[in-house]
């Protein structure tokens, strides 16, 4: 039928204690496989990538909400940006152009730097989806 991509909803999968979510993940790409599809498998629902597959994308808006709460992305995981282990690491991206997060706390376009920022973060760290 030609689709190229799959979308789960996974909120309350998410949430379950019995890995509900991993066990459907298994099932959907583990089927997507058996069939010979390259298609991509979107997980709408979930706030922050998982470290159970670098197969996936993530549907969410992490990266821009964070960066309004004035949070930095590192590896696709959000620090404040007075935290002591990220503060004065340097970021060669776009956004940063070799500056530091605590750089970036006091920039009159913070929001615009964070946001853009983590959203080059997240790609990154999902392997540049």
């Known amino acids: 039928m030609g689709y190229v991509s799959f979308v789960l909803p996974a909120r ?7 890995d509900g979510l991993k066990v459907v993940l298994a099932t959907a790409l583990q089927t997507l496989k058996e069939n010979g599809l ?3 498998l979107v997980i709408h629902g979930r706030s922050y990538r998982s470290k159970a597959s670098r197969e996936l994308s993530y549907a969410n808006l992490s990266w821009f909400l964070e960066a309004k709460r004035g ?3 590192r590896y ?3 620090y ?3 935290d002591v282990d990220i503060r004065y690491d340097s ?9 530091s997060p605590k750089d970036l706390a006091g920039m009159e376009n913070r929001v ?5 920022h983590n959203l080059l973060d997240l790609n990154w760290a999902l392997g540049g989806i």
């Open 76 to 78: 696709g995981s959000p």
């Open 80 to 82: 404040e940006l007075t």
């Open 91 to 99: 970021c060669n991206c776009e956004a940063c152009k070799g500056r």
């Open 71 to 73: 949070r930095y992305f």
């Open 112 to 116: 615009e730097a964070l946001a853009l």
């Open 38 to 40: 390259n298609a991509e």
């Open 12 to 18: 309350e999968l998410a949430r379950e204690e019995d």
